[in-house]
C-alpha cells in the first residue's frame, strides 16, 4: 500500500545532541511537511517542502533544519535539542497544494530528550 | 491569522449514541477544511475533507458540514461504537496560504 513512513518510531536524545528523524513517502506526492504535535496540542507546522522548494515557517525556530533529498524522502534535523523540543513529530504529504488535495499522515516520532 | 477551536475538548458518549463535534474558525476566507482522527500515540489519520465550495461530505457513519459565512463546521456520527474513541481534529486550510491550521482537537470516549 501507499503510505507515509517514519522512522524510528521512538526517539530518545540527550540535551544539546544533535538528532535526525526520517520520512519517506510511496505516494509520490510533490508536498511534505513536518509538524510537531506536543501533549493535548493541535499539531503546528514547522516548514513544507513543495517539490524542492523550502517554505519555513516564521516561528520556527533555527535549532530547526529540514531536507529533502529527492521526491520520496524528508529529513527533519534538529541540531541542538533542549528539554521543550520533546513531542510527536509528524510527516505528513499531500499531492498538490489545490483545494481538493488531503493530507496524508505518518504515524510520528515521539521524540525523547533528556 | 487563522485560529481555529474545538469545543468541547472531551466528550463521554454510551454505545449508540448519535454524536455531533464542532469547530469554528476565524477567517472564512478558506480553501478547504479537513477532519483527522488521531488514536493515542499515533499519527492522523483523514476522514474527510470539505471544499470552501462544498456544504457537507459523507463517509459510512460520518457526515461532515461546513458554513464559511459564520465559521463553522460540525462531524456528526451516527450510531457511536466504542472504536470510535479517539482525538477528532480539524483544519482549515487558508485561502492562498500553503498552511493548515488546526485544532486541538476533541477527545471522544464511547462507552460500552
Known amino acids: 500500500d501507499a503510505m507515509v513512513i517514519q522512522n524510528p518510531r521512538y526517539q530518545v536524545t540527550q540535551f544539546g545532541k544533535p538528532v535526525t528523524l526520517s520520512c519517506s513517502q510511496t505516494l509520490n506526492h510533490n508536498v511534505m511537511y513536518w509538524y510537531q504535535q506536543k501533549s493535548s496540542q493541535a499539531p503546528k507546522l514547522l516548514f513544507h517542502?513543495?517539490?524542492?522548494?523550502?517554505?519555513n515557517e516564521a516561528d520556527t525556530p533555527d535549532n530547526f533544519q529540514s531536507r529533502r533529498p529527492n521526491t520520496s524522502f524528508c529529513f527533519l534535523d534538529i541540531r541542538s535539542p533542549g528539554l521543550g523540543d520533546a513531542a510527536m513529530y509528524l510527516c505528513?504529504?499531500?499531492?498538490?497544494?489545490?483545494?481538493?488535495?488531503?493530507?496524508?499522515f505518518g504515524p510520528g516520532t515521539r521524540l525523547t530528550v533528556l | 491569522k487563522q485560529e481555529v477551536t474545538q469545543i468541547p475538548a472531551a466528550l463521554s458518549v454510551p454505545e449508540g449514541e448519535n454524536l455531533v463535534l464542532n469547530c469554528s474558525f476565524t477567517?472564512?476566507?478558506?480553501?478547504?477544511l479537513q477532519w483527522f482522527r488521531q488514536d493515542p500515540g499515533k499519527g492522523l489519520t483523514s476522514l474527510l475533507l470539505?471544499?470552501?465550495?462544498?456544504r457537507e461530505q459523507t463517509s459510512g457513519r460520518l457526515n461532515a458540514s461546513l458554513d464559511k459565512s459564520s465559521g463553522r463546521s460540525t462531524l456528526y456520527i451516527a450510531a457511536s461504537q466504542p472504536g470510535d474513541s479517539a482525538t477528532y481534529l480539524c483544519a482549515v486550510r487558508r485561502y492562498n496560504f500553503n498552511k493548515f491550521y488546526f485544532g486541538s482537537g476533541t477527545k471522544l470516549n464511547v462507552k460500552p
Open positions: 505528513a504529504t499531500s499531492r498538490d497544494l489545490r483545494g481538493t488535495d488531503t493530507q496524508y
Open positions: 470539505i471544499q470552501s465550495s462544498q
Open positions: 477567517d472564512s476566507a478558506i480553501y478547504n
Open positions: 517542502y513543495y517539490d524542492k522548494d523550502f517554505n
